[in-house]
């Protein structure tokens, strides 16, 4: 094909970049196709939907440029508080309340039409973004046609029916996002699916009070935080609060979610998290405001940044470590495809509003206690002002770069990296034919046809192919479900791997949340797991007996507390949580006095077994 002509400063950014040996670099897009990009998401063809906005300090705010209404915003409780407050100050800004309209940000979707790598085509996904409420576009995720959406004041589910790259209908599943201004940046973003088949995301310190369709009330103005949802956008929960900005989510491979946080700018360092049910970290919009000697307040006073700090209170979880400046796209190794003696890795960009002093991180995580310790760090790919990361179908790495500084510039570019073995035929269109065929159906689940070749599949190599499958298996009916928990069980000699089981358990749980009419005797049957040889095993059971929350698994769960694994331990006291057992109280409080000291992640888990768990 055809080398294509881009702009000098692309060429130029291009340059800049530094790389391992043996990994190759090219521009995959660069203006007109791409610009501005805060974030994006490649779907299972290998398009780009690119998340790009030119309202930064033209719509979008922050205190510091905007001093005037720093107490308003800090009174701020809704949305509509916000909307009124614009009001308020409109004869400050030209044009009154029009300035908020002016500019838009969009979301593209950008596609290689004639085969060659390259993206030659864009098209808009969606209509543009440009309401006085919005915030900065800044996370979307896509899957067989659905997109999800974050962009203050809404969580966003567009339907591109025939996937032709422009979606047919928008509706915003849940409003209420971003109840106050606070800095540029603290938006709405980390697009994630879970491994129970939820959608998780998160928001920044702009807090955030919703109504939810069930009626009740979300409410935390000035709290960054981490909120799931099921894939139609209902039962919405908060899992996470105390975040500054958690701009990226991503798990790893045994379903634990993590995120980069942001510094303050106060001496305060960017931090590694683990995201936990009821989790509290510490910090609070208002922080941000205290300067001189109180400085941040407690949050610089008392060490709650930090890993370890002689008066670190106990009720904040403490990060994982410390690593990078600006945390902004993080993702999780797929486990094939570029680097694979790099699976079991995350990648971070590190955003710094300069290209030379900007990277993008490369960093293993191991078991520590209940939690994890950083294992390996490097300084994977430097010099590029990188936005957000993430790998490709066929085989690459591919990261958006900012046109510059820290407002809009109009430009930008999709760089990617490949190994020497270069790109790679489309990892999951090899499992496509097969979910789609109409005959899977006439396969018993014990012969070693259609249902056996797609328990083999759920313990593959590649997560993105073990997800699809589970997802397809969860979606079925009761023999898929029959499969599943034989797979659980290890009751077919190849499903020994732990990822098939693992994956097993997790569908089997979804297939239940998809079919409540169930009597739930599927996951009972898996009680005998509290005794299974490997740690991770048990430890899922507990999981998913968690997320069942029916009393006719706390037995298996209490006794779980006696597990010799930490890890287990843990998640067997957050499922009491869901549950309630007043008879365990005595044994959750022995574990917490013993885990006060050296085991952060354990202690937070047994708090949140006793307060599920005390009824009086």
Known sequence: AQQKEWPKGAVEALERIRTPDGVSKRIVAAGPLVRDPVAFAVDAKGRAYVCE?????FGVEDNRSSPFWLQDDLALQTVDDRLAMFEKHKDRRQDGMDYYTAREDRLTCLSDEDGDGIMDTVRPFTDPFAEPLDGTLAGVLVEDGTAWI????????????????RAESRRSA?????????????????LARGPDGRIYFSIGDR????????????????????FRCEADGSGLEVVHVGLRNPQELAFNEYGDLFTGDNNSDAGDRARIVQILPGGETGWRMEYQTLEGSNQRGPWNQEGIWQVEHPVRP???????????????????????????????SFFMCDFRGDPAASLLWRFRLEPEGAGYRLSEQEKFIEGVL??????????????SAWGGGWVSTDRGRLFEFTDSQGLRPFVEMGVEDLLNRKDLGVFPADQLAGMVTLERLLGDADRRVRQKVQNHLAAGGEKEADLLVSIARGE???????FSRIHALWGLEQWSRKNPQSTGERLLSLSLLEGDPQEEIRRQLARIYGEWADPRGKSVLIRLLEDPSARVKSMAALA????????AREELFQIGISAATNDPILYHSVVMGLAGSCTE
């Open 576 to 583: 009491l949580a869901r549950i309630g057992a007043p008879e």
């Open 314 to 344: 106990r009720w904040a979880l403490p990060p994982i470590t410390h690593l990078g400046s600006g945390p902004s796209g993080l993702v999780f190794h797929p486990g094939t495809g570029f680097r694979p003696d790099l699976a079991g």
């Open 150 to 165: 974050t962009n203050i004041p809404h969580l966003w589910i567009a339907t591109d029916e025939d996937q032709d790259g």
């Open 53 to 57: 906005s030119e309202r930064q300090e």
């Open 386 to 399: 990188c936005t957000d990361v993430d790998f490709t179908p066929n085989g690459a790495l591919w990261i």
């Open 492 to 498: 077919f000699s190849h499903s020994k791997d732990a």
């Open 207 to 226: 807090g955030f009070y919703l109504q939810t369709s069930d009626g009740r009330i979300l409410h935390d103005a000035g709290s960054g935080a981490v």
């Open 174 to 190: 849940q409003r209420g996002f971003g109840v106050r201004i606070a800095l540029r940046g603290h938006d709405m973003h980390g």
